[in-house]
């Protein structure tokens, strides 16, 4: 009998790590609103979830968020790039929980996300 609860024991820690992290993703989001968003299951070998944002360096106000599956080496990290000749710092932060790195995702029409965009752009 004893052997038996072993058994259990081993087999429910093979499914429980077989199981895939589940996160938010957005792919792009302006002032803490994502725009296009969804929640997906992450492959095996990831192992965070993330909150990420984009600060370009020629605006100075617009900040792009982004939220997904991420491997653990990049978080806690500040990147800086370059995108079409403008300057950006982007940082990463991560969870291990299913769905720890957001709030569900605020669905917007195309229309209302470009004059989000180009009224961050006016201001």
Known sequence: MNNIWKAVIVLSAFIAAA???NCR??????????????DVQCNNSTESCF???????ATG??????????DS?????TLTGNLL???YISSFQCCT????????????SLTV?????ILSFVM
């Open 73 to 77: 080496d990049l978080c806690g990290k």
């Open 97 to 108: 929980t299913d769905l720890c790195n957001g709030v569900p995702s605020v669905q917007l």
């Open 61 to 70: 106000t617009l900040t792009l968020h982004s939220r997904g599956c991420l």
């Open 25 to 38: 993703q957005c792919v792009v989001g302006v002032f803490g609103t994502c725009l296009f968003g969804s």
């Open 19 to 21: 199981q895939c992290l």
């Open 113 to 117: 996300a470009l004059c989000a965009a």
């Open 51 to 57: 909150r990420g944002e984009a600060q370009f360096n």
């Open 85 to 87: 000749g403008a300057g």
